[in-house]
């Protein structure tokens, strides 16, 4: 069946340092994926999608792209702000109506 | 922007009692879902619906049940709460399939069983 595997955390950064944070998954076909973003005290907000091999999600300058010889959508940022401090969960969907997410990864940025 | 509201952000309960957990949603979305979200475990999905008084259980239905009387409002019940579903509960909606639409989450409720 589907399944999604992302890094541990947490990662620590320093502001303007470049970010990735690796997803790859196991899935039966091509499905959309996703990466969702919870902020603290919040819920989980859809980060950015791709739906098809090669296509490039993008949003707040975050980019992920969907590459099926890898099996990965990692996700990336050239320049982190403190304000990205947040936890990122990787996503795919299951079983047509169901998404199976990633255990999520903590980031963390200083000043 | 769809709007998915969680009756309470914050709630505390016995061992033993009935629990009730709220959901509405207000884009007309056919499903909805509960979760559980535990350090290093992720989400686990409870149960979900497609549609107006129906449901399926999802990877982890024991000890909940759930209720959908209407499209907007999605319930998630404890029959008997037990301090091991002490978690953060999310409601999520989607319009349709996942394999194209997102799902759109609550601010979640931090349930606490003493």
Known sequence: ?111 | DVKVTQSSRYLVKRTGEKVFLECVQDMDHENMFWYRQDPGLGLRLIYFSYDVKMKEKGDIPEGYSVSREKKERFSLILESASTNQTSMYLCASSLTTALYQPQHFGDGTRLSIL
């Open chain 1, 1 to 111: 069946g589907n399944s999604v595997t992302q890094m541990e955390g947490p990662v620590t950064l320093s502001e303007e340092a470049f970010l990735t944070i690796n997803c790859t998954y196991t899935a039966t076909g091509y499905p959309s994926l996703f990466w969702y973003v919870q902020y603290p005290g919040e819920g989980l907000q859809l980060l950015l999608k791709a739906t098809k091999a090669d296509d490039k999600g993008s949003n707040k300058g975050f980019e992920a792209t969907y590459r099926k010889e890898t099996t990965s959508f990692h996700l990336e940022k050239g320049s982190v702000q403190v304000s990205d401090s947040a936890v990122y969960f990787c996503a795919l969907p299951y079983n047509t109506d169901k998404l199976i997410f990633g255990t999520g990864t903590r980031l963390q940025v200083f000043p």
